[in-house]
């Protein structure tokens, strides 16, 4: 692997859970090259630097949800029985004080700089909002329809609920 992560790659990692981005404690692990249960007895070690809004627990029907989300069909035994972390912005910043190596420094970096492109992004989704509210108010209704297309287009994709049976 090279030293450095395209920020796209990273972002791809980031999941929003409880209105929070976050990033699972599997996929820190795999960017930083150590093995899951290393970095979360890391954590349960230093867990004083992890309060509530830095690191989630995910419940086992969040944790349910996400591999069918991602894998449609689970194989039995492939998948740890125990729930994940889920870090935020400023827990993953936090890994690299516990996770005491040049590489979790390295990639640590280039987290926070997904994170800063992340929000760059929905910022000038807002700006571009704002921009059409106020073109709209400026126009006559004849772009309404116009208008409406891309507001249309502006908004999240809504979560659809699973297809399929719920045990």
């Known amino acids: 692997m090279s030293n450095t992560i395209a920020v796209e790659v990273i972002a791809t990692k980031i999941l929003e859970l409880r209105g929070k981005k976050v990033m699972l404690d599997r ?94 992004i929905l910022l000038t989704n807002a700006d571009l909002r704002r921009k059409i509210e106020s073109l709209e108010k400026k126009y006559d209704k004849q772009f309404s329809i116009v208008f409406e297309a891309i507001r249309q287009l502006l908004e999240p994709p809504k979560r659809t609920e699973a297809i399929g049976f719920n045990a």
């Open 27 to 120: 996929d820190l692990a795999k960017l930083y090259g150590v093995q899951t249960k290393h970095l979360t007895r890391q954590v349960r070690r230093n867990i004083k630097r992890f309060p509530s809004d830095f690191m989630i627990r995910l419940t086992q029907k969040e944790y349910l949800e996400l591999l069918r989300c991602q894998f449609g069909t689970l194989e039995k035994g492939k998948y740890s029985k125990y729930c994940p972390y889920a870090f935020t912005e400023q827990g993953v910043a936090m890994l690299s004080s516990v996770l005491n190596s040049d590489r979790a420094v390295r990639v640590n970096i280039q987290i926070m700089r997904a994170f800063v492109e992340l929000r760059k």
